[in-house]
């Protein structure tokens, strides 16, 4: 809503804002996986969370204007190396 409305710069900074709150239940969920707890459930839950997110992020790049385009490509990849190096981890 925030790109439809030209607020590029707002929308940038409320996906960097969810980017680290992501980064931050995967460091989570690797800790409560070292705890020797399973962590299963909740990796499913961030699995099907990211791909939420990765749609809605091709849907926004879509409408972006092109200088906010090369930004919504890094959040895409960020976001998926991100999930797939903490599944890895866990």
Do not use: C, W
């Not at 800790?31 to 399973?38: A, F, M, S």
């Not at 409408?63 to 866990?90: C, F, H, T, W």
């Amino acid at each position: 809503k925030l790109v439809e409305k030209g607020k590029t710069e707002l929308a940038q900074k409320h996906l960097q804002k969810f980017q680290n709150r992501f980064q931050k239940a995967l460091e989570k969920t690797e800790k409560v996986k070292e705890q020797g707890k399973n962590v299963e459930e909740l990796v499913d839950k961030l699995k099907a969370h990211n791909i939420r997110h990765q749609k809605v992020l091709a849907e926004v790049y879509e409408k972006v204007p092109d200088q906010a385009k090369e930004s919504i490509l890094k959040a895409m990849e960020n976001s998926a190396k991100g999930l797939e190096n903490a599944i890895e981890r866990v």
